[in-house]
């Protein structure tokens, strides 16, 4: 590893920026992460760290070191800690898992089959707990996203079909799903933009979701969303046939301190009255704001407070948003011109996953995954939660997988 010019003190698992390419062709062959742990370059990947966490151990305890050669010491110790803890407790697990394969060839007699069943059972537990440190294990392995840590901004817009009623309604239901996983997760869910349709669905939302680990949780919800009905209300309804239609999802990270410096000579700022449900100031004031970036010809609205300042300065805040995930767009397309974009940030046009509703079922393309009970994944508690974990656990698993990849062309003069 050293001698090919891998190995950096940090990150713990450094490719230049891992892109995850769920299409990928190792999709089938690595669906669990105890597929990844077997392979021969993490076990030697893995052993090298260890033995440099016994070493730097080692070294910590030594009366010659200067104060600068300790705390690096230390932080080096603190990084490996717990990538070589979570190694031996695989280690052990495993050999666990051999230990009970063993005894389930001996035990074959008719006399000895409840044993059999019983060392099944816990070979079957031990195997999820293994999938489970590996996966714990892989987590500390891929480099965190810059952002994940970020709120964002999670804006929905309605498609265009036929019988555009379909689409609105499902943008309402979903931009409702996120404030409900918000309030599950226990986030804070501000409204900064709502456009409601004439016939009781949704145009075009916007909100800012602040709490814990926001943009990972939400940067692979980005792209388009197709839903496949019979509606119950609205013009469409009256055709009594599957309609598809779509809406679009974009998750813009919004760092605390969005550093985007806006010339105030490039906006035109327009006001206008606010339009739908929002109370008695509603149609009555020009406090609803719009603002155009030049340059850029980028738009925002807001209208959800009743001050027009605090429209404005909202507005001006999801402006700088999105100018600076222009700007980082612009860098990873730079970094990566021959691999698309991760999706949090990359282009929205894709569509992601698929709600049918005849059939009571959400596929997502991109991990092959159906769920079951539309309803409840609508309903942005526990199913919803479980498919985005499901995302996360697949991107780890082909962050590792481009490791392999990247480790196997460097050792083959590639």
């Known amino acids: 590893l050293h001698n090919h010019g891998f190995w950096r003190p940090k990150p713990l698992l450094d490719t230049a920026r891992f892109t995850l390419p769920f299409n990928s062709r190792h999709r089938k062959n690595h669906q669990v992460s105890q597929a990844l742990w077997k392979h021969e370059a993490v076990q030697k990947y893995l052993d090298t760290l260890s033995k440099e966490y016994q070493q730097v151990s080692h070294q910590l305890s030594a009366d010659s070191l200067n104060d600068f050669e300790r705390r690096t ?24 898992v051999q230990e009970l394969e063993a005894m389930c060839t001996e035990l074959d007699s008719r006399d000895e089959k409840q044993l059999l069943e019983l060392a099944l059972e816990e070979k079957e537990i031990l195997d999820k707990k293994m999938n489970m440190l590996c996966r714990k294990l892989f987590q500390l392995l891929v480099p965190k996203e810059k952002y994940d840590r970020s709120p964002v901004i999670l804006e929905v817009t309605a498609g265009r079909t036929t019988g555009g009623d379909i689409c609105q309604q499902f943008t309402k239901e979903m931009f409702e799903m996120y404030q409900n996983y918000a309030d599950y997760k226990r986030w ?16 075009h939302a916007a909100a800012h979701i602040s709490g814990e680990d926001v943009y990972r949780h939400l940067k692979y919800e980005g ?18 046939r599957i309609h598809t239609g779509t809406m679009s999802v974009i998750v813009l990270p919004q760092p605390e301190e969005v550093d985007v410096k ?13 339009r739908g449900a929002g109370g008695q100031h509603v149609n009555k004031t020009d406090s609803a704001v719009r603002i155009v970036h030049l340059p850029t010809g980028l738009a925002v609205e807001c209208q959800q407070e009743r001050s027009q300042q605090m429209n404005k300065e909202i507005a001006l805040r999801t402006l700088r948003a ?11 397309s730079q970094e990566q011109s021959a691999r698309k974009l991760q999706l949090g940030t990359r282009a929205q046009s894709e569509r992601i996953r698929t709600y049918n509703f005849t059939q009571d079922r959400v596929t997502d393309h ?40 990247n480790l196997q062309a460097l050792e083959g003069g590639g």
């Open 322 to 332: 999105k100018l600076y995930q222009q700007s980082i767009e612009k860098q990873l």
């Open 262 to 274: 806006v010339d105030p000579k490039d906006l035109r700022i327009d006001t206008f009255r606010a």
């Open 188 to 203: 804070t869910f501000d409204v900064v933009n709502y456009m409601p349709a004439e016939i009781g669905g949704l145009h």
């Open 73 to 96: 010491l230390r932080r080096r110790c603190a990084d490996l800690s717990p990538i070589a803890a979570a190694f031996q407790e695989i280690k052990a697990a495993e050999r666990e």
């Open 223 to 240: 792209g388009t969303h197709r839903v496949q009905r019979i509606p119950e209300t609205g013009l469409s309804s009256r055709m009594q």
């Open 366 to 405: 991109r991990i092959s995954y159906d769920a079951r009970n539309i309803k409840e994944i609508l309903s942005g508690k526990e199913a919803l939660d479980k498919l985005i974990n499901r995302l996360l656990e697949f991107s780890e698993i082909e962050a590792v997988t481009q490791y392999l990849e």
